[in-house]
């Protein structure tokens, strides 16, 4: 039986992992995206395109393999149209390529105006939601009360629908914030439609099938390792479990099922929203960063933090994740830069330590290695031969904190601008 491979971020999310997904989507047969919903923004580039996905697997533009969303992802039928609409425009034929699960759960309108009502109530403490109702809907699905997509199929939708309604609106005047509008419901309804569209599955009948039948197969995350909301920087995180153990729960795939986990990260960190980001930069390299690696964030719009590589938060990742391989992202937005800093080990009230900190209100200063910048053109590069000495000596000095080799670099947004590499003889891991 063939095993899923997992393919997830391990930063504060935004690391690229809709390109990767879309390079890699010829070497399987299935991509199952397996939490988060719409506030996911999977940038993918190719032949002078830039395309967005927030909830469709980032394999949908290859038409080799099937692409599933999970029972783990929360799905609003008005942005799904909207992404359906997209790939009509742009004539891709998804019709038959397109699955959905019948346990993902449905975001209503009063989630989004819960998500913004519980957020602006929340004042200076606000955790940076994308005001998509992602955490209202979860909170529904584990208090049991939420709308399933196999709920749509049932005569008393409609009922079920009201009475979630009703008790939303119930919250909302708690809050003090007006209730669902006429025009916002009807087009939650019309939006259904679109859903109804595609075959509507049993989605752990359905993959587990798959890998019986010798398919092979990619799980997609959303967000990133330390957004997970038991893992992750609480409270400034998401609602789901964006780790690799959320694959198991949120396909329907047995922690034995898992064959390889590939990690992605930045040659750098940004972080949308609040919390916690130890390398954050307040200067002109902060400013560089942000400038020259286009860090708005794909869902939201909204500028991104950045800062150096932080090596104790990507070890984390690697730990809790079981991470067998790396994929650097974005390594030419430090094309420009004569020094690199990378941080090894932070300064917590005094004591020298590698470990993320429990409690994030604690001062934790980046204590930073050095290494000479490539001052050249990354972007023209088309195999791993020519990358010049400084960045295989960045890579080199990764791989051997880490112990993971890294087996892609990518050096620009297009799909071609991907190197694979070959780790067959390092001696660094």
Avoid at 326 to 347: A, E, H, P, S, W
Wanted: hydrophobic share 35%; net charge negative; aromatic share 8%.
């Amino acid at each position: 039986m063939k095993k899923v491979d997992v393919l997830l971020g391990l930063q504060w999310g935004d690391e690229g992992k809709g390109k990767i997904v879309d390079v890699l989507t010829p070497n399987y047969n299935v991509i199952a995206r397996f939490q988060g919903g719409p506030n996911a923004g999977h940038t993918l580039e190719f032949e002078g395109i830039k395309h967005v996905l927030h909830t469709i697997p980032s394999g949908i533009f290859r038409k080799n393999a099937i692409n599933v969303v999970g029972n783990g992802v929360v799905i609003d039928p008005i942005i799904f149209k909207r992404e359906i609409d997209a790939l009509d425009n742009l004539k891709v034929d998804v019709s038959l390529t397109l699955k959905i699960s019948k346990k993902a759960h449905l975001i209503l309108p009063s989630h989004r105006l819960l998500d913004a009502a519980s957020e602006t109530a929340k004042g200076k403490g606000k955790i940076g939601s994308t005001l998509k109702g992602i955490g209202p809907t979860y909170m529904d699905k584990t208090g049991r009360n939420g709308l399933r997509v196999g709920d749509i199929l049932g005569v008393d939708f409609k009922e079920k629908y009201a009475f979630l309604k009703q008790k939303h609106e119930q919250m909302l005047s708690f809050y003090g914030a007006e209730g669902v509008s006429a025009e916002m419901e009807s087009e939650w309804f019309e939006s259904l439609a679109t859903l109804q569209r595609f075959e509507l599955i049993d989605s752990e009948q359905y993959l587990n099938n798959s890998l019986k039948e010798g398919k092979s197969m990619l799980a997609e995350g959303a967000q990133g390792s330390l957004l997970d909301i038991d893992f992750g920087s609480y409270p400034f995180v998401t609602s789901s479990n964006t780790v690799c153990a959320g694959a198991c729960t949120g396909l329907g795939v047995a922690p034995n099922k898992i064959g390889n986990v590939i990690g992605i990260f930045k040659a750098y960190c940004t972080r949308v929203g609040s919390g916690p980001f130890p390398t954050e930069l307040f200067d002109e390299s902060g400013d560089k960063l942000c400038d020259i690696g286009r860090e708005y964030g794909s869902t939201t719009g909204r500028k991104r933090r950045c800062g150096w590589l932080d090596l104790p938060a990507l070890k984390y990742a690697i730990m809790i994740n079981g991470v067998t391989e790396l994929n650097m992202m974005k390594t030419d937005v430090l094309d420009t830069f004569d020094t690199i800093k990378i941080c090894t080990q932070y300064n917590v009230n005094g004591e020298i330590t590698d470990q993320l900190p429990f409690d994030h209100s604690q001062e934790v200063k980046p204590i930073y290695t050095e290494l000479k910048g490539w001052n050249t053109d990354l972007t023209k590069l088309s195999n791993d031969d020519t990358l010049p000495n400084e960045v295989l000596d960045y890579i080199a000095f990764i791989e051997k904190e880490t112990g993971v080799p890294i087996t892609v670099v990518s050096v620009g947004p297009d799909r071609e601008q991907t190197l694979t590499r070959d780790v067959s003889l390092s001696a660094s891991v």
